[in-house]
């Protein structure tokens, strides 16, 4: 279904979650400035809250997240949160309105239930929602029977379970050992509680994995009735992760295998009736974001592919990213010093980036591309990519038609990151190391 062009698949690149990329942020961005974005934010805005917390660390994991086997650690970091819904929440203009909200980390579910409600009431007592919708992300290694209630008391329809795989002889490769009765009882909660979109995360290229692991997990993902699937490539960078250093790398698969993972896995979805969201997700024809994919209005954010329209995505928690037209600003990663900000009553302001016209332009045709595969290309821009797009031209996997239109092509879709880093010019001068292609 593919042609394997390993050549083109060598340079990691950025997963675009944003434009700029996280690895361009910088300190210099001001609390006065993140305070302004906040406070001339109009219209539909959505929140993220990050939870950096876990009951167990999985060796595998690339999140910015903690062991919660500290109770005074848990108890000060929320108090924190709470001290910066507060002040986010006074710093909106009238007129705003919050339309989604979501949880994520770490696990949201590694605090307790009443803590984690009363933390949703802050959210409603701080912040101008308006019937949003409410997503969380799961480790069904923490879920007792007691989150049921809590899930109907927020309204909460969307929810994201942490599988991986279901393969015993890999969980135990990866530090996440589940067993599949615990991923069953999940949903079974979960659809007991009103969940009506619920996602499984897995993963590919990991230690000791076969075809066939990959097949049988998602084979038992469709049976479950997940009505989204994101199906990733586990990356292996011990160097920046060194949790990592657990997993044998001697075992992972080489990168035809990963290649060969990915596009049975495509197909394989595609098969049960899933329609392609981008590369590697999935979603029912009738989930919101397969139907975004279908319209024409799929984005991308800092939670990947969305149906979310809000231009402003505002970021709560240590590390939380926070997203505006002109800026990307990140809270402080450091929890310790996150705390101590603010307890002075100041933002707690960490890394990030102006988005320049240049970088918005760029941005979009970035966007275009990954969403719809497809983007005008105004010539200026088109004249600084063009070098960096021939080697995608000649074999045909991506042409450009009249009008300055890129198009991918249908058997370029493993490729379209590695397209659309050809608009970005921080990858030209940048060492950083990104994930690889596939």
């Known amino acids: 279904m593919w042609p394997y062009h390993p050549d083109l698949l060598a340079t990691p690149v950025p997963r675009y979650t944003s434009f700029p990329t996280a690895a361009e942020f910088a300190l210099g961005i001001s609390a006065a400035r993140h305070q302004e974005a906040i406070g001339t934010a109009t219209g539909d805005i959505s929140l993220y809250v990050h939870i950096p917390f876990c009951e167990k660390i999985c060796w ?80 069904p290694r923490a879920l007792g029977r007691e989150w049921s209630t809590v899930f109907g008391a927020i309204g909460a329809t969307h929810a994201s379970l942490g599988v991986q795989t279901f393969a015993p002889h890999l969980q135990e490769a990866i ?67 060194p949790r990592q250093r657990r997993i044998d790398d001697t075992a992972l698969p080489g990168p035809e295998a990963r290649f060969a993972m990915a596009q049975g896995g495509h197909a394989q979805l595609v098969d049960a009736g899933y329609v392609a969201v981008g590369f590697d997700h999935f979603a029912l024809p009738g989930d919101p974001l397969a139907q975004a994919m279908e319209a024409g209005t799929l984005k991308r954010n800092f939670q990947g592919f969305t149906d979310d329209q809000a231009p402003v995505l505002i970021g709560l928690g240590a590390s939380a990213i926070s997203q505006f037209p002109d800026l990307l600003v990140q809270n402080e990663k450091n929890a ?67 009008g300055n239109m890129l198009v991918i092509a249908h058997n370029g879709l493993p490729y379209a990151r590695s397209i659309a880093a050809a608009f970005d010019p921080y990858r030209q001068q940048s060492a950083r190391r990104f994930s690889s292609a596939i």
């Open 60 to 139: 595998y994991c690339g999140c910015n997240t903690a062991a919660a086997n500290r109770s005074a650690r848990l108890s000060s970091y929320l108090e924190a949160l709470h001290h910066e819904i507060q002040s986010v929440g006074q710093l909106l203009p009238a007129g705003t309105r919050v339309r989604r909200i979501a949880f994520g980390g770490g696990s949201p579910n590694a605090i307790s239930p009443i803590d984690f409600v009363r933390l949703f009431d802050a959210l409603v007592l701080n912040f101008p929602l308006h019937e949003p919708l409410v997503s969380i992300e799961l480790d």
């Open 175 to 241: 530090g996440r050992v589940q067993p599949q009765s615990m991923i069953a009882d999940a949903v079974e909660l979960l659809r007991g509680a009103g969940i009506t979109s619920m996602n499984f995360d897995l993963m590919y290229g990991l230690p000791g994995q076969t075809m066939e692991d990959v097949a049988d997990s998602l084979d038992l993902t469709a049976s479950y009735g997940a009505n989204r699937v994101a199906l990733f490539g586990y990356a292996h960078v011990p160097h920046l992760l």
């Open 336 to 402: 310790g010093r996150y705390r101590m900000l603010l307890s002075q009553g100041l933002l707690p302001t960490g890394p990030g980036k102006e988005r320049s016209a240049d970088d918005r332009r760029r941005g979009a045709i970035i966007e275009e591309l990954l969403c719809r595969g497809r983007a005008r290309v105004a010539a200026d821009i088109m004249a600084t990519a063009l070098d960096r797009l021939k080697p995608y031209l000649e074999p045909g996997l991506a042409r450009i038609e009249s």
